[in-house]
């Protein structure tokens, strides 16, 4: 009993003394720190770190300790009108959290390349958007949710190595491989698949459009809607399959699917709709949002007098948060 006294002192005492940093690398800023990089280096196990949005991008990099990360995430730029400066905070290269130092870590950013987990335990990737996809080595218990990974097709994602991943309400334009991996499930997902070999995986209430060949070896399939069933094995030695099969005529989808204000749902999700079935990335209860607001306060109104004559200055500033 002691002992578990002590423990939980001793955890108290380190969310006590997390700490917050900023990174904005905006020209004129001053007091905090400029570069991802800095930041990183800065923080200690279990600080968070905010990336403001900038017309500057960031640059990748690795990092090895456990790090709360929060950007613009895949909210792009669906928020224009909820913030006074009308910009994202994008990670130019590729963001990759590696060893087990960094279990634990929480990662909410927009990156043009790919994010990458290796030997990491108990990561969330949330509200994220990596434009090059997605590479798991090593890694277990993982929890990914509202997120889209790939930008473009062809682009080849692992998943190596790795147990116990859950991928909720993401969408995923990807050639993906599940290689040596166990428990990978996907639950309210749209996956938009090239060349794809997938072992051991459960597939929940998610729509899957093959472009190329997929394979699903001892794979089960739930209440799914499936797309181009010449380029996929449908559940091959699959212990349990109540998916749902519709023709090309029946169910269309947009070749780049995104998010932002032009086109805000994708054809399948209207479908889907139109049939009364629950699947893909709008449904179940934690839904993807388009023009949601930040996860960290965002200043949306500022007003300052454009004369001052007195010692006093009035200044009007509105923040606007989701946390």
């Known amino acids: ?23 904005n690398n905006n020209p004129g800023i001053t007091g905090v720190h400029t570069t991802l990089l800095s930041a990183v280096n800065a923080a200690a196990s279990g600080d968070t770190i905010y990336l403001e949005p900038s017309s500057i991008n960031y640059n990748g990099l690795t990092i090895s300790k456990k790090i709360t990360l929060i950007g613009n995430g895949s909210q792009l730029d669906t928020f224009f009108n909820l913030q ?18 960094a279990d634990g870590s929480y990662i909410s950013v927009h990156a043009q390349d790919n994010l990458i987990l290796d030997t990491t ?43 116990h991943v859950l991928f909720e309400n993401c969408l995923l334009n990807l050639e993906l491989n599940c290689i040596a991996s166990s428990d990978i499930k996907f639950v309210r997902c ?16 998610s729509i ?22 010449p380029y996929i094995s449908e559940f091959s030695g699959s212990v349990k399959t109540e998916s749902t099969i519709l023709s090309l005529n029946e169910i269309f989808v947009d070749p780049n699917p995104t998010f932002n204000n032009t086109n805000p749902f994708p054809a399948q999700e209207l479908t889907a709709k139109a ?49």
């Open 275 to 323: 049939k009364n079935l629950d699947v893909g990335i709008f449904s179940g209860n934690k839904p993807i949002k388009l023009g949601t607001l930040p996860s960290f306060p965002s200043i949306y109104e500022l007003q300052v007098p454009s004369y001052i004559n007195t010692n006093d200055i009035i200044i009007n500033l509105s923040t606007r948060s989701n946390n």
């Open 208 to 229: 899957i459009t093959a472009n190329d060949a997929v394979t699903l070896n001892s794979c089960t399939g739930f209440a799914n809607i499936i797309q181009n069933t």
């Open 1 to 23: 009993m002691k002992q578990i006294i002590i423990f939980l002192l001793l955890f108290i005492v380190t969310q006590l003394n997390a700490s917050i940093l900023r990174v």
């Open 121 to 163: 335990d108990n990561v969330i990737v949330a509200n994220s958007f990596f434009e090059r996809g997605l590479t798991i080595r090593a890694s277990n218990f993982l929890h990914i949710h509202q997120s889209y990974f790939g930008l473009f097709a062809l682009l080849n994602s692992t998943i190596t190595s790795s147990n």
């Open 190 to 205: 749209n996956l938009r698949l090239d060349v794809s070999d997938f072992t051991n995986a459960s597939f929940i209430s």
């Open 84 to 101: 006074a400066i009308p910009k994202t905070a994008t990670i130019a290269g590729s963001l990759k959290f590696k060893g087990h130092n």
